[in-house]
């Protein structure tokens, strides 16, 4: 017998305490910036998971100026829908209530003339609910829009006495209950060989990910003229970790009209990964005066002639891992300071 | 191998005969013919003739085919147009439909040879008698001397007499064809009653749609063929959805969804080719209903398994093309393709759909649990009221189809599950009997399911704070 308290997912987590998270949002603030290229940004409306603190919405909506902005909240009892109206920073936010499969496929696609920029950041793992919604985003949006998705890729824990009665090993348990969420037919065949440890999660879950983008697609095009096919090509294969091990996939969907652009647009942006290579973000714990040494040698060019680069970084007493982490990350890094609002 | 002759006497010398014989189409077109499908071809035409002439209209009240036979006869008559002399004298009659020919209209004749294999396969003399708008004239195709001509190059049939070039109302117009001389095959199943019973229920679920539409089919009978209604409930809170789309073949496709009575028989899809009903009411996972193995309340990638909670659930899928080889169905007309980038592609549209419908039964459901009175069940009341009065046809609804919404319109605002704090979980665990015992003895009670409850309440009244 398991008995645990119903708590919201908001109410478990303080979404904007989140260091890594919030860098994801800045890096991804700063791809959808570049849709500009293709498009007026005010034609895009943002279509997101809020929570009560929909600090995704206010990045977006402050730094990019979206103002379409929609948030699915699967949350919908009255108390919920109160709490999270309440919270809603700008007006021009709006909530829909209920899960996403059930929400998605009402939305009204055709109506709306904007392209998309769509970031599902599930709580949970992936499930073959999910790999519907991935349907049912990349069947009806406009080319040129983007989309997300984030999945929890803890590894499970072979452990448990409820979940495991039978007491599996490690690898078969996990590959169970990889199936049961996902469904057999969607595991790659060389998973079957795996221990699905958080490594392995990673590259496993971005395949099945990717696999239904691609099959979506397919399925998109096979019905319409060839003018207006589309692609798609991976922006983001990016892993970090707060309270647990999250994975986000996902990318734009284009015509062959805006294909030059496209692949241009984000040529600079250093965690962009288009195929099964991840980026990691890693948060190391740095102190402030830390950060600040370390500013002010970034960017670090490697070079034999930036001698000073080199002994001012080499001072700074820090394990190597620490600064490169920080070097990939300090242009998104976030400061936090206990402040009376 | 061909004989060498000398050069002389041959038209031309690198001529090698490839026509083929007559034999060679009376025998292999029949070959994998079924009677029933051969009878099935001859109405599907009746049926095109009549959704030509309705003009676009979804009411086919004017028009009827009327079948008949026995043991020495096979007749088909309609009202439906007729065959003009010129199509009879250029077309309709080759073996084969000429490469360049044009329906017009959407047909559900494929190749072109379904009327003439139906000859073959029946019987062995033919009378055509048409009165079509602007023509009439009678034909009589007399098979085995067709066959038997010492000229095998002549392939053509006559006319009666030379055809009329007369107007006639549309009213007064029609087709009808006999066959006498019957096969072995069409002489002993024409006086089976359980071929009469089969023909007159594949046919009306056939034509469901024609027959919805008011087409009148009889088959040996003073009665017309009755076909389940296809329904949906319509009305200013029930509002079906509707998506259309043209792929880059010419194939089209509508789809409208909703809910309807509450028969478990009648819920799922339907899909009609050209008007033909060839799939459906399907609940399987051709149409999506796969299920999945997903715990926590979702229920896999496209939709749940068909059960009871679903039996309110119609959707309508119709496909439409002129050339009807570009038809998403199987070779023999009898099955959806579900291999073809066009029904993958509908499919997804349809299972989106059916999500926007879903939600209502779902919550529906939800309002039926048992702590919830009857009278609170406020969006269970509405649909019943609503299964009362504002069922309507798909082919009605459908007339007015732009004012149709893209996603599925219900109350939602009426939803009204029993509130949580009602409701019980149910707790079960083991323990070791002698423990248990000893709780039972410390609450003073008889048996391990009150102790269970008690050391609960005990535990939530001291760990919990308030009680």
């Known amino acids: 017998m398991k008995v645990t308290p119903e708590k919201k997912n908001f109410e478990r987590i303080n979404y904007s305490l989140r260091p890594a998270k919030h860098i994801e949002r800045k890096m991804f603030s700063e791809t959808f910036g570049k849709l500009s290229i293709l498009d007026n940004i005010k034609n895009y409306r943002y279509i997101g998971m809020g929570s009560a603190y929909f600090s995704d919405f206010n990045l977006f909506h402050k730094t990019l100026g979206i103002n379409k902005l929609l948030s699915i909240e699967g949350e919908d009892d009255k108390k919920t829908k109160e709490r999270i109206r309440f919270n809603k920073p700008f007006a021009c936010i709006d909530v829909e209530f209920g899960w996403t499969d059930k929400v998605l496929p009402t939305l009204p696609w055709k109506k709306w003339q904007e392209k998309s920029i769509v970031w599902l950041d599930y709580v949970d793992k992936l499930t073959e609910g999910i790999l519907g919604d991935i349907d049912t985003v990349l069947f009806n949006v406009k080319a040129g829009s983007v989309f997300l998705i984030s999945v929890n890729i803890e590894e499970d824990d072979e452990r448990d006495k409820i979940k495991n009665p039978t007491k599996l090993s490690a690898k078969k348990f996990r590959l169970k209950m990889l199936s049961e969420n996902v469904g057999k037919e969607s595991i790659p065949q060389r998973a079957f060989d795996l221990v699905l440890n958080i490594e392995n999660n990673k590259s496993v879950i971005r395949e099945i990910i990717d696999n239904a983008f691609r099959s979506a697609v397919k399925k998109r095009n096979s019905g319409v003229a060839e003018a207006d096919h589309v692609e798609y090509k991976q922006l983001f294969n990016l892993h970090y970790r707060d309270s647990c091990d999250m994975l986000t996939v996902g990318g734009i969907i284009f015509t062959k009209n805006q294909k030059e652009k496209v692949n241009e647009m984000f040529d600079h942006l250093d965690f962009i990964r288009q195929g099964k290579d991840c980026f990691d973000i890693v948060v190391p714990k740095l102190t402030y005066r830390e950060l600040h040494a370390l500013d002010k040698v970034l960017p670090y060019i490697k070079r034999k002639d930036n001698k000073k680069g080199n002994s001012d970084l080499s001072r700074i007493p820090l394990s190597a891992n620490d600064k490169k982490n920080y070097a990939n990350i300090y242009r998104y890094f976030p400061t936090f300071v206990e402040t009376n609002l | ?467």
């Not at chain 2, 209903?289 to 119709?318: A, M, S």
């Open chain 2, 1 to 467: 191998m061909v004989k060498k002759q000398p050069q002389g006497l041959v038209e031309d010398p690198n001529k090698i005969e490839g026509i083929p014989s007559k034999e060679l189409f009376i025998d292999m077109l029949v070959k994998d013919l079924s009677l029933r499908d051969a009878i099935g071809d001859l109405v599907d035409n009746s049926v095109d003739a009549a959704n030509k002439h309705a003009g676009g209209k979804n009411d086919l009240s004017k028009f009827s085919v009327h079948i008949t036979f026995d043991k020495s006869h096979f007749s088909i008559s309609d009202n439906a147009g007729g065959i003009e002399e010129e199509i009879a004298r250029t077309s309709a009659f080759k073996l084969g439909k000429p490469k360049n020919f044009k329906s017009g209209e959407h047909t559900i004749g494929q190749f072109g040879i379904g009327m003439k294999r139906a000859f073959f396969k029946l019987g062995e003399y033919i009378v055509v008698e048409s009165v079509a708008l602007n023509s009439d004239f009678t034909l009589t195709i007399p098979i085995k001397e067709w066959r038997e001509r010492k000229d095998e190059t002549d392939w053509d049939f006559k006319f009666d007499k030379t055809p009329n070039l007369k107007k006639h109302l549309l009213q007064k117009t029609k087709l009808k064809i006999t066959v006498t001389q019957l096969k072995q095959d069409a002489k002993s199943q024409f006086v089976d009653s359980q071929f009469l019973t089969d023909l007159q229920n594949e046919i009306a679920l056939e034509h469901l749609f024609a027959i919805n539409k008011g087409l009148k089919i009889y088959i040996n009978s003073e009665k017309p063929l009755e076909a389940p209604n296809i329904t949906l409930i319509s009305d200013r809170d029930f509002k079906p959805a509707y998506w259309s789309h043209s792929f880059p073949s010419g194939l089209k496709v509508e789809i409208v969804t909703g809910i309807s009575e509450d028969k478990g028989d009648e819920g799922g899809w339907y899909i009609f080719c050209n008007d033909r009903l060839i799939l459906g009411p399907d609940t399987t996972e051709v149409t999506g209903w796969k299920g999945g193995k997903t715990k926590g309340g979702k229920e896999g990638k496209e939709l749940p398994k068909y059960h009871d909670q679903y039996f309110r659930f119609r959707g309508y899928v119709f496909f439409n093309a002129d050339d009807s080889s570009k038809l998403p169905w199987t070779t023999s007309k009898t099955g959806i393709d579900k291999d073809s980038p066009e029904y993958s592609y509908t499919k997804t549209q349809m299972i989106f759909m059916a999500k926007q419908v879903k939600p209502l039964m779902d919550e529906m459901k939800k309002e039926r649990e048992r702590d919830n009175p009857k009278s609170e069940r406020l969006l269970n009341l509405k649909v019943d009221a609503a299964s009362e009065k504002s069922v309507k046809e798909v082919s009605v609804i459908l007339q007015n189809k732009k004012s149709l919404p893209t996603a599925y319109v219900y109350p939602k605002n009426l939803f009204n599950p029993a509130p949580k704090g009602n409701v019980d979980t149910n707790i079960s665990f083991s323990k070791p009997t002698h423990r248990v015992k000893k709780v039972m003895n410390y609450f003073k009670v008889d048996n391990p399911h009150d102790a269970g409850s008690e050391a609960f309440d005990y535990f939530y009244k001291n760990e919990m704070g308030k009680w």
